[in-house]
C-alpha cells in the first residue's frame, strides 16, 4: 500500500475487509483536527456509504490491510 498522508484523506474511498451489517464502502467524511495545533492528526470520522451511518477511527487504522482495502473493491 501506499503511503498515506493525513491531511490528503478527506474524501478518499475505503471497502472494510469483513463487512458488518451490509457496510462494506466507506468515506472519509471528516479529518479530525488535534486539539493543539502542533500535534500530530490522529482520527478521522468515516461514513458508511449504504446506512450514512458514522464512525471515527485512528487514521492509521487504515493502513492495515487485513482489516481496510484503499478504494472500493
Excluded: C
Excluded at 450514512?52 to 473493491?73: A, C, F, H, M, P
Amino acid at each position: 500500500m501506499n503511503p498515506l498522508n493525513p491531511k490528503k484523506l478527506l474524501l478518499t474511498k475505503w471497502t472494510a475487509a469483513y463487512p458488518l451489517k451490509k457496510q462494506k464502502h466507506f468515506l472519509v467524511s471528516k479529518v479530525i483536527k488535534p486539539e493543539l495545533p502542533n500535534d500530530p492528526v490522529e482520527w478521522v470520522e468515516i461514513e458508511s456509504v449504504f446506512s450514512k451511518s458514522t464512525q471515527i477511527i485512528r487514521w492509521r487504522d487504515l493502513q492495515n490491510d487485513e482489516v481496510w482495502r484503499q478504494g472500493w473493491v
